[in-house]
Structures are given as C-alpha cells and as structure tokens.
C-alpha cells in the first residue's frame, strides 16, 4: 500500500487521505497545511492503537478509523472522491485492494482434527474466532455490488467468484521494487549475512518468511528436511509467529539444531534473501506470496504451491517449482535435494526468475489501479 499510495499521491496528481495505526518511508504533508489542488499529496491521520488480543485490536481499529474519517469529512465539508481499503478495512469503501481471504482461511481451520503445533488452545480459539468475524465481514463488503473489487492474482479472483459469485472482479497482481530487490544487492549483502546467523558456506539455507507458518507450509517444510537430514541443510524462518510448537515439532523431528527463528522486527527483509540459497514455501492458502514474487527479483530460486496467487508468475521447473499439492512432502523433498547438489541449475532458475518477475514492478500496480479508481469515480 505504501507504494501505491506514494505513486498515486506523485504520479497521479491525488490527494490523500491516510488513515492507519503508523506509517513509514511516506512523504507525508503537513494535515494543517492549505492543499493545493494542482499538486498531490498524502495527509497521515494517525489512528490510536488499543492494546489486547488481536480480535480486539481489530474491532477497535474498525471503530475507530471509521470515526476518524467521518470527524474529518465534517471539518472539510465535503465527502471523499474514493474510499479504498486494502481487504477488509472499513465497512462502506468503494474499492477494495483483497489480498487476502479469511473464508479461506477459516476452512483451512476448520479442517484441523485439533489444535496441534499451534501455541495452545486459547490461541487456536482466538485464531478460530478472528477469522469466523473476518469471513462475516467479507460477506457483507463482498457482495455489495456496488463496491468494485480489485484482486491480487487470477487465484484470488476465482475465490471471490466462487465464495461470493462475483465474476467482475479485476486483477492487478503486487508489484517488486526493482530499486531495492535485485542479484547484485543480494550478492552484497551476502557475506555479512551468513556471517549474522552463523552460515558456514558449505550449508544450504532454506528461507520462510511470513506469519502463520501453518499456512505458509512450515510443518511440510519441517518434515522434507528431516527426510533430508544427511545433507547440510539450515532452515531460516522469520515472522511474528509464536515458535514453540514449531521448535517442538522440529526437535521431534531430529532438525531442531538446524532451524533459525528470526522474529521481523529489527531485521531488514534484504538481509534475509541474502543470507539465503533457496526460498521454500509451500502454501496451502496466499492470496499472492510477496516474499516469493521478491526472492524471485533476487535471483533465488523459489518452491511454492499453485495454492499461492504468485504461481501465476511461476513456469515449474523453468523459473521456479511450483508444488501441485503443497502437502507433498516427497517432490519437495527432491527439488531440495536437487538445488543443493547443482548450484548450476539453481542459479540459472534464478536468473529466469528474475526475467519473469521483473515485468510487473509497482508502477505497473499503480498504472492498473488508477485506471480502476478513475472508472469508479
């Protein structure tokens, strides 16, 4: 959203109205200023942040921005052009960014026999809740026809068709920030982030990144390397997850000594590719796969599951592997033992990653939702 908020603000001539928690790496206007109405610009409305469980930060974020906006539009004395919200986000937008589907997601619950690996009871439960009140609102936003939907993959635009029978739906996959995700800075950064972790050059590093690393295909990822454990294979996951029932998994498994968990603060996502020789996520559910489409720009080699919106982007075997049943412990199996036993053929996927994924950068993203924006208004 910060880029396209930036692009919409200086390419596009908008004026912007940002309602969010905090915001980073924006340049924002000062809110008391005059706006000029020949020039674009993004004003930061800082919405409190309430403390609790996350169903409860939730609903008083629901709350809140919503106040928040109408406070304005009553000190401005005129509506807004547009409401855009990134997924479910308020109540009445006029478009919506999905990037994620929590119906999904709560069938993926649903269909656990029981709360294992997951942190506990309390956690599975609260999770269970957060996404059942999330599908409740999907449904209502979703199917108001009035409102134009704008999906991240072809993947997610079925799922709406399917959930909520909107076939209208566009798609306008996430962009890559060429700038900042290539070869050459990986390269770079290399050496000092083996040296971070504590990376011998002999071993293979496996990266994850993301949170709910249930979904994101950690236990499967887990269980091929344990399948693997007479090669040297190191596994870097990072995230805000709670770890333990992960780490217990592992260690049941014989690779707990093997794994590296890395929470997101504090630790620049660069430096994460870096330290990487493969990236692996097997995915039973995800709307897109920035991580995947953003290793792709580094030059790595990347595993995913046709379940992830980023396989669009994905030719199996050309560019990458895309796993056609994310639970398929075997065939990742062996594409791991694969690419470690020829860097020749991984650096060379990688350079054809490189290739496909750089088509779509963020000003193409931006380009293709202000086309909708302008449509809608």
Partial sequence: MAELIERLAGKYGCQVDLYAERVDGLPLRDALGSPDANQGAI????????PGPHIVRFLAWLFLNAFFRRRQQRSNGSPYDLVLSPGINCLHPDVVIVHALF???QELARSEEAPRFRGGILRYLHRRLYYGLLSLLERRVYTNQRVTLAAVSRRTSALVA????????AVVPNGVAATEFSPAKRLARRPAARRRWALRDSEYVLLLIGNDWRVKGLPVVLEALAALRDLPLRLLV?????????QKRAAQLG??????WQTSDGVDVLELYAAADI?????????????????????????????????????????????QDPSDVPRLAA????????????????????QSIMAWDWDRNAESLWKILTARR
């Fill in 255 to 260: 690779f707990a000594e093997r794994c590296l």
């Fill in 103 to 105: 119906c999904r997601l």
């Fill in 335 to 354: 594409i791991i033992a694969q690419l470690q036993s020829s860097p020749e053929r991984g650096q060379k996927i990688g350079e054809l990653a490189v």
């Fill in 43 to 50: 004003y930061w409305h800082k919405v409190p942040a309430i």
């Fill in 279 to 323: 990236y692996v996520s097997p995915s039973q559910e995800d709307s897109f796969g920035l991580p995947v489409a953003e290793s792709m720009a580094c030059g790595l080699p990347v595993i995913t599951s046709a379940c992830a919106g980023v396989s669009d982007f994905v030719q199996d075997a050309v560019n990458g592997f895309v796993l």
């Fill in 238 to 246: 990072a995230g805000n997850d709670n770890p333990s029932s992960f």
């Fill in 162 to 169: 399917k959930h909520f029978l909107r076939r209208d739906v």
